[in-house]
């Protein structure tokens, strides 16, 4: 069964580091998103990106978070200075349509901010 | 703004029928869904429901009722590898592409 693939799967980083959290999403999805999880809270949205665009965003979106798409396989998430409230397990998600009832969660990136 | 309250525990045996309550406040509420979530992996789609009533998918089944704004997740012949945590998760018309999810109900399957 296809997959959502995030890599890496852990990712340590020092506060002010910028850092890419990468993501390939299922192959004939079209829309695809972010979201983090601090332990034990819910999953919260971060941003969604259809066609080379940011669709939605979130108020934890903000100037220090950058979505791209670099290649037609490749899903990126940039946090440019990091800090200690960073720290989170960052998920990527994609869907095949509109039907967002139904996206397709990778395994994850926890992020430790230090 | 929006807000979704569910239980934060849920303890059930093995072979028990469980229902997990998921009660929403929201200007244009288009459809709910669920999702499980063993120890902080994936989260895993599990059930969809944007018209009243019942939605069966073999163990799980998933109920909403728009006019009251609740919707719930019924589990059945609970399994030990049911044990796990359990999102209720709603779509707003005009929102965008996002799915805003609660905050989360543990289930925990016992002998």
């Known amino acids: 069964e296809p997959e959502v693939t995030q890599t890496p799967s852990h990712q340590v980083t020092q506060m002010g580091q910028e850092v890419i959290l990468r993501c390939v999403p299922i192959?004939?999805?079209?829309?695809f998103y972010w979201y983090r999880q601090i332990l034990g809270q819910k999953v919260e949205f971060l941003v969604s990106?259809?066609?080379?665009?940011?669709?939605?965003k979130s108020e934890i979106f903000d100037d220090q978070f950058s979505v791209e798409r670099p290649d037609g396989s490749n899903f990126t998430l940039k946090i440019r200075s990091t800090k200690l409230e960073d720290s989170a397990m960052y998920f990527c998600?994609?869907?095949?349509?509109?039907?967002?009832?139904?996206?397709?969660f990778g395994s994850g990136t926890q992020l430790s901010v230090l | 703004g929006q807000s979704l309250e569910q239980p934060s525990e849920v303890t059930a045996v093995e072979g028990a029928i469980v229902q997990i309550n998921c009660t929403y406040q929201?200007?244009?509420?288009?459809?709910l869904s669920w999702y499980q979530q063993h120890d902080g992996g994936a989260p895993t789609f599990l059930s969809y429901?944007?018209?009243?009533g019942l939605e069966e998918t073999g163990r799980f089944s998933s109920f909403l009722s728009r006019s009251d704004s609740y919707g719930y997740l019924l589990l059945q012949e609970l399994q030990m590898k049911d044990s796990a945590s359990y999102f209720c998760?709603?779509?707003?018309?005009?929102?965008?592409?996002?799915?805003?999810f609660g905050t989360g109900t543990q289930l925990k399957v016992e002998l």
């Open positions: 998600a994609s869907s095949a349509g509109q039907g967002i009832e139904k996206l397709f």
């Open positions: 192959s004939n999805h079209l829309y």
């Open positions: 990106f259809y066609n080379n665009e940011i669709s939605e």
């Open positions: 929201t200007s244009g509420f288009y459809g």
């Open positions: 429901n944007a018209l009243d």
């Open positions: 998760a709603v779509i707003i018309t005009g929102g965008g592409n996002k799915l805003t």
